[in-house]
T-cell receptor, first 113, second 120 residues
Framework: AQSVSQHNHHVILSEAASLELGCNYSYGGTVNLFWYVQYPGQHLQLLLKYFSGDPLVKGIKGFEAEFIKSKFSFNLRKPSVQWSDTAEYFC???????????FGTGTRLQVFP | DAGITQSPRHKVTETGTPVTLRCHQT?????MYWYRQDPGHGLRLIHY???????DKGEVSDGYSVSRSKTEDFLLTLESATSSQTSVYFC???????????????????FGPGTRLTVL
C-alpha cells in the first residue's frame, strides 16, 4: 500500500534558523505532491503543491519544496523561520491520478524568538 | 478561503448515542471527504464522495456512514458513538477536474474548520 513518511515528528528552532522537513513516499508512478500547514487551533491550509514541471516549487510565506523523483522525496524548506511559522506541517501525496490524498503523520514545528 | 462550513464545531456526547456531523460547501466542487485527525496518526480518510449519492470508503470507515443527497452537503454519521471516535473531524472538498484536458485530475483539497467531538 502507498504510504507517506515524515521522519521529523517534532522540530524546535530559533528564529532565523533554516528549516528542512523531510517527506518520503512509497509509489513508483505518477504523483502529485502537497504540503499543508495547520496553525494552532485552525484547519489545514495549502502551502505549496507539485504537479509537473520544475521540481523546485515555491509556495506561500517563503516556503519551497524540491521533488526528487529518484529519492521519492518532497522535502520542505525555508531559509529563515519566524515565530509565526510555529505550526504542524503535513506532507500529502495523490498517487496515480486517484481521487484520494495520503497524508503523513505530520511534523510539529516550534519556533522560539 | 474556500466556502466550507462544518456543524457543529464542538460536540460532547455519550457512548452509544448517534451523532451526525454536517459539511456544507458553496464551491460546487465534485469531491467531498471526511477525515479524522488524531495525535500521532495525522489525517486519516473515513469516507469520501465523488458525486451526489456516490460514496466510497476510506481507510478508517468502520463505525461510520455517510450520505450525500445534494452537491453542497456531505453528512457523516456515527451510528453508535464510542470513546475511540473522540477526535477532530475535518471535511475537505476538491474540484477534481481536468485542468488542461490531459486526462489528469488535480486533487488539491480545501479543508473546513473542523469539528471537535468528545464521546464520554
Amino acid at each position: 500500500a502507498q504510504s507517506v513518511s515524515q521522519h521529523n515528528h517534532h522540530v524546535i528552532l530559533s528564529e532565523a534558523a533554516s528549516l528542512e522537513l523531510g517527506c518520503n513516499y512509497s509509489y513508483g508512478g505518477t504523483v502529485n505532491l502537497f504540503w499543508y500547514v495547520q496553525y494552532p487551533g485552525q484547519h489545514l491550509q495549502l502551502l505549496l503543491k507539485y504537479f509537473s514541471g520544475d521540481p523546485l516549487v515555491k509556495g506561500i510565506k517563503g516556503f519551497e519544496a524540491e521533488f526528487i523523483k529518484s529519492k521519492f522525496s518532497f522535502n520542505l524548506r525555508k531559509p529563515s523561520v519566524q515565530w509565526s511559522d510555529t505550526a504542524e506541517y503535513f506532507c500529502a501525496v495523490n498517487v496515480g491520478n486517484t481521487d484520494k490524498l495520503i497524508f503523513g503523520t505530520g511534523t510539529r514545528l516550534q519556533v522560539f524568538p | 478561503d474556500a466556502g466550507i462550513t462544518q456543524s457543529p464545531r464542538h460536540k460532547v456526547t455519550e457512548t452509544g448515542t448517534p451523532v451526525t456531523l454536517r459539511c456544507h460547501q458553496t464551491e460546487n466542487h465534485r469531491y467531498m471527504y471526511w477525515y479524522r485527525q488524531d495525535p500521532g496518526h495525522g489525517l486519516r480518510l473515513i469516507h469520501y464522495s465523488y458525486g451526489v449519492k456516490d460514496t466510497d470508503k476510506g481507510e478508517v470507515s468502520d463505525g461510520y456512514s455517510v450520505s450525500r443527497s445534494k452537491t453542497e452537503d456531505f453528512l457523516l454519521t456515527l451510528e453508535s458513538a464510542t470513546s475511540s471516535q473522540t477526535s477532530v473531524y475535518f471535511c475537505a472538498i476538491s474540484p477534481g477536474f481536468d485542468l488542461a484536458h490531459t486526462g489528469k485530475t488535480y486533487n488539491e483539497q480545501f479543508f473546513g474548520p473542523g469539528t471537535r467531538l468528545t464521546v464520554l
